[in-house]
């Protein structure tokens, strides 16, 4: 009797250490998070800029102008190092970042220098964040004709500013 009480106990004690099922919930519907929209970029290009030379699915578009060139991107907002490198070759603590902020969006300025065919590169650039998408318009010209062109450049660049998605812009065609 002592040794079937024993054993009865000893099984006891191992009823509890059996494996457990984990069921998992499907459901036919995938629920995707929905992404925030696009703001609409509004920039004033020189009337000398040509029509869009190149455009990427990147939603990035080069306008030729005379003597220097205007590229227009959106990407990613979040990674403020990532996105001046991409764009300036620059890490952030190599350039003087101005930043404000225009429309609740967050606006980063810069002008750098680089080498170039025969001669150096100026660039300006300006960043429009508003924290789901980093809105850039860069400019590049030689140093020789940068000095003439800003106040062309600082026209172009006061004009710029997003616009929300619903509203619809008149594009004059």
Do not use: H
């Not at 036919?28 to 455009?55: C, G, H, I, K, T």
């Not at 101005?98 to 300006?126: F, I, N, P």
Request: with cysteine.
């Amino acid at each position: 009797m002592k040794k079937c009480f024993i054993l009865l106990l000893v099984m006891l004690l191992f009823a509890g250490c059996g494996a457990q099922e984990t069921f998992e919930t499907v459901s036919d519907a995938y629920n995707q998070p929905v992404s925030a929209p696009q703001w609409q970029m509004l920039l004033d290009v020189p009337q000398e800029a040509s029509v869009s030379v190149l455009q990427g699915e990147d939603a990035g578009k080069i306008y030729l102008c005379d003597g220097y060139t205007v590229t227009v991107q959106t990407m990613a907002s979040g990674d403020l190092e990532k996105t001046l490198r991409t764009l300036t070759g620059y890490e952030k603590e190599e350039l003087t970042l101005m930043q404000t902020l225009q429309d609740g969006a967050k606006r980063y300025e810069c002008v750098w220098v680089s080498a170039g065919e025969g001669e150096d590169q100026v660039g300006r650039l300006c960043l429009l964040d508003d924290g789901n998408y980093t809105y850039a318009v860069t400019a590049m010209a030689g140093e020789t004709k940068a000095g003439e062109l800003s106040q062309v450049w600082q026209e172009m660049f006061d004009s710029f500013r997003l616009v929300s998605p619903d509203v619809e812009l008149n594009t004059g065609s």
